[in-house]
């Protein structure tokens, strides 16, 4: 099973005040994951209402490359740039059926 396609499906609630700071720190990560062996889309979303609420919809050939992105250098400056920024996240694992 590891070795198929892994969507994640992944929720950042801003605190209000940081909103900006983590759109800033969000967008950052797109260039770089996106070169990721094994990145298939690495998209990022706004929602319309609660402009706090940013969502990643994101494809990788396999759970490995998806776990390797966790913990690259990009992943890691986004998390302490953002610390405190950050009112809630889930990280949702999906397959396709």
Same mark, same amino acid.
């Given at each position: 099973?590891?070795? #198929? %396609?892994?969507? $994640?499906?992944?929720? $950042?609630?801003? #605190?209000? =005040?940081?909103? #900006? ?8 990560? $797109? #260039?770089?994951?996106?070169?990721? =062996?094994?990145? $298939?889309?690495? *998209?990022?979303?706004? *929602?319309?209402? &609660?402009? &706090? ?5 994101? &494809? ?19 998390? %302490?740039?953002? +610390?405190?920024?950050?009112? +809630?996240?889930?990280? &949702? ?5």
């Amino acid at each position: 099973m590891a070795s #198929e %396609k892994l969507t $994640i499906v992944a929720l $950042i609630f801003a #605190e209000e =005040e940081k909103r #900006e700071l983590v759109k800033s720190e969000l967008l950052k990560l $797109i #260039e770089p994951t996106r070169a990721e =062996e094994g990145c $298939i889309n690495y *998209d990022l979303h706004q *929602d319309h209402e &609660n402009p &706090n609420l940013f969502l990643f919809y994101e &494809n990788w050939t396999t759970k490995e490359h998806w776990l390797a992105h966790t913990k690259s250098s990009h992943i890691e400056a986004y998390k %302490k740039n953002t +610390e405190g920024a950050i009112a +809630e996240s889930t990280v &949702n694992e999906m397959v396709e059926i």
